[in-house]
């Protein structure tokens, strides 16, 4: 069974870093595409950052692009993000996922094509 287990989150100001872990097991680790998703209250599921397990090949959502950085340890199947520069509009609760394929760049911006998911973990930016 596979798990995804998120850490690192919590309550920072504005400009402020976080770097949000997602520790993997269950399996075999490769063909995966992982992604970073996010939920804010009230509002729907969207994208955040995306990576190929085994090209390194990292996609990002506009919103984010220059200020969060995703990257994996293959040895540790382990995926980070680091956030910098973070805003109040970045308040969600933050979700890993997981795909065992290489997904199109096409399509990995849509959660419904990941079959595994962790349990969210909260990051607050306050103004």
């Known amino acids: 069974q596979v798990q995804l287990v998120e850490s690192g989150g919590g309550l920072v100001q504005t400009g402020g870093s976080l770097r949000l872990s997602c520790a993997a097991s269950?399996?075999?680790?490769?063909?995966?595409?992982m992604a970073w998703f996010r939920q804010a209250s009230g509002k729907e599921r969207e994208f955040v950052a995306a990576?190929?397990?085994?090209?390194?090949?990292?996609y990002y959502a506009d919103s984010v692009k220059g200020r969060f950085t995703i990257s994996r340890d293959n040895a540790k199947n382990t995926m980070y993000l680091q956030m910098n520069s973070l805003k109040p509009g970045d308040t969600a609760v933050y979700y890993c996922?997981?795909?065992?394929?290489?997904?199109?760049?096409?399509?990995?911006?849509?959660?419904?094509?990941?079959?595994?998911w962790g349990q969210g973990i909260q990051v607050a930016i306050s103004s």
């Open positions: 996922a997981a795909e065992f394929s290489t997904l199109t760049r096409l399509i990995l911006t849509r959660g419904r094509f990941y079959d595994y």
């Open positions: 269950g399996r075999t680790f490769s063909s995966v595409t």
């Open positions: 990576v190929s397990w085994n090209s390194g090949t990292t």
